[in-house]
């Protein structure tokens, strides 16, 4: 989080054309090494709460965990026994606690408890790839597992669709996306999220204007959506444009079912994709997108994360057209040095008034000052109005 996942690049289990030969293979459903753990211990909770924004913001406030001071991102997903799944980029842990500060991160929660996934070895949850590169997470799904996972005992399939991000050598921007990871979790009997696979879905590339699949993801019935934003470069276009594929559920490492949206139709080939946002007035590169009511609803900042205002899309199917809104205030930040980005919706979160809960990524400029206050780059949770 001391470098702002402010540009950070998305990534996807998504097999595109070149995609390395390992990332088509089926999970090995033969048991794995239980090594993670939570901690603390969260009681079962058997009924969903209806909760406010100012309930979380409380519950985010009280939470003293080793692992977890500050993070930035946290996309989250509802597991199969209800509990919630949080995925964080950079991390600052607790004084005393090595590595202080680790890329990526995961909580679980049940009501008003809050319980971190706990390594073995202490580090990140999706391990480095070496020491100047990283998997910062993005967005998360939650998949049924396959019927022979079923038999072995596993309850659900955790998606964290990752960026490698070669961190720099200073500076809160200084970093740059090379390519596309998915870590794959499965949740067993115990609960407990053990890391299966880490599938390198792209090869490494410095092109700034590629499509980063996986911005966001969802699952809708049958369906898998991943989202992909794409920066064009040029000048005056700080706003994403936004793409859109699909996969069955049940098939997501199998390249031949991807199907991409070309303007017209599915179809298999990405080189025909086409935008259905543009840029001018465009995405951040991290959003949300999810069915809320009925409708598909984009949660993200206009023109990027260089705006002041979060706004929300709606549209009537997953590719458009798609009907802007501003929903929140929310200045980038850039005069102060107090930073705000990368806005995502929680619709699996009920909210006493009925209306949708966000969630806005915070940190500072001053690293100092986020070791000293971690809580200055906390997530700030809001409500705004159904679209």
Known sequence: MPRSSLLLSAAVLLLVAGCVPSAARDLDPAPQPAGNALSPQCPTVSERPVVSADLVNQVVARADLPGWQAADIGASARLADGRLVWVFGDTVRSAGTEPRIVANSMLLSAGTCITQLVTPDGGPVVPDVTEGEVRWPMSVVVLPPRPELARAGVR???????????????????????????????????????????????????????????????????????????????????????????????????????????????????????????????????????????????????????????????????????????????????????????????????????????????????LGRLLADPEVGRPLFAEIDRP
């Open 156 to 366: 659900d399939v955790v998606v964290v669709l990752c960026g490698r991000t070669d961190r720099g050598d200073g500076g809160p921007f200084d970093f740059e996306f090379r390519g596309t990871s998915a870590a794959v979790f499965v949740v067993g009997d115990n609960g407990v999220p053990q890391l299966r696979e880490i599938v390198e879905v792209t090869p490494d590339s410095g092109d700034l204007t590629q499509v980063n699949w996986g911005a966001a993801a969802t699952v809708q019935d049958d369906w898998f959506y991943v989202y992909g934003t794409r920066l064009t470069g040029r000048p005056g276009e700080f706003g994403r444009q936004l793409f859109v594929a699909r996969v069955p559920v049940g098939t997501p490492s199998d390249r031949s079912t991807w199907r991409f949206w070309d303007g017209r139709t599915w179809q298999p080939d990405q080189a025909r994709a086409t935008p259905v946002l543009g840029a001018v007035g465009g995405v951040s590169q991290t959003l949300s997108v999810d069915q809320v009511d009925g409708e598909w609803v984009a949660v993200s900042k206009r023109d990027g994360d260089i705006s002041d205002f979060v706004y929300t899309w709606t549209a009537p199917a997953p590719t458009g057209p798609w009907t802007p809104r501003r929903a929140l205030e929310s200045p980038a930040g850039f005069d102060t040095g107090e930073l705000t980005y990368a806005p995502l919706a929680h619709p699996e979160v009920a909210l006493t008034s009925g209306r949708l809960l966000v969630s806005v990524s915070r940190n500072t400029t001053d």
